[in-house]
């Protein structure tokens, strides 16, 4: 069983953990997921940006600084000896007291997890549109804050035998999939949904709006039909490949697979 890092120090398991804690009782928490690459984090730079945010946004008091975070984080790497795999960061605030907390105090647990490799072309997959529940405008929906909408969403996807969920907000715009952020290319121009539509405000995203010529717009499902191709991206697969929405196929995958090329490249640098 792999080490974990519990408020202070790396542990083989936590003996001391409150199971009645916030984060349970009032979903006050978050969480984060990182890909490590060759043992190093991969794209840390746009996850401690997201982490920072999670913590202002939730006022949440957090002790640790970006560099005592990536010490952490190599310090796990190190002791599990994680070639490819993931790092899992949850925070949340340890008080007491109901709804109002009496203070702002944070645990941090970050676990591992092992992967057979690192990024590679992802074979397409089959997305269906979920609009049982839609996603609030909000900043909470840019964090990894309250996730069961794609929870539920997920669980539809898989009862309709398709990989994952379209998302919408409440103004019925296009804003993620269950668990990735949505490209299209029109007239060979990538698009995505702004994170002021509610999406993640993804770390991966991040990463590929800094590398390539992307707009942010908001979009509606009209768009589905005239689209020329479809892509995913999430932190640990980079990006996907997406062959049908529904009842619509698509059979152009080449920008995907430009751009994953690029971040395999990227990881290999590392």
Not at 77 to 98: A, P
Not at 146 to 175: P, Q, R
Request: glycine share 2%.
């Amino acid at each position: 069983m792999n080490k974990l890092y519990f408020d202070g120090k790396i542990t083989d398991s936590i003996s001391d953990f409150d199971i009645f804690n916030r984060g349970f009782k009032y979903n006050d928490s978050f969480f984060e997921t990182i890909h490590v690459t060759n043992g190093k984090v991969f794209n840390v730079k746009n996850h401690l940006i997201r982490i920072v945010e999670a913590v202002n946004i939730l006022k949440f008091d957090f002790k640790y600084t970006s560099q005592q975070l990536v010490q952490i984080f190599n310090d796990l790497i190190s002791v599990n000896n994680l070639k490819h795999g993931v790092l899992r960061l949850y925070l949340y605030r340890n008080s007491e007291g109901q709804y109002l907390p009496n203070n702002n105090d944070t645990s941090l647990i970050i676990n591992t997890n092992h992967l057979s490799c690192s990024f590679k072309i992802n074979s397409p997959k089959k997305l269906c549109t979920y609009k049982s529940e839609f996603k609030s405008n909000s900043l909470l929906s840019n964090i990894k804050a309250n996730s069961i909408i794609s929870v539920l969403s997920s669980i539809y996807a898989s009862e309709m035998n398709f990989d994952s969920a379209i998302l919408f907000n409440n103004n019925n715009k296009i804003i993620e999939t269950s668990n990735s952020n949505i490209f299209f290319v029109v007239n060979h121009k990538i698009i995505t949904p702004p994170v002021k539509d509610g999406c993640i405000d993804g770390t991966m995203r991040r990463l590929l709006i800094s590398l390539f010529d992307i707009e942010e717009r908001s979009i509606s499902s009209s768009i589905l039909s005239k689209v020329d191709e479809v892509f995913v991206s999430n932190s640990i697969s980079g990006v996907i490949s997406i062959k049908k929405i529904d009842h619509i196929e698509y059979h152009n995958f080449s920008y995907c697979n430009k751009i994953q090329k690029k971040i395999i490249n990227l990881s290999l640098d590392f």
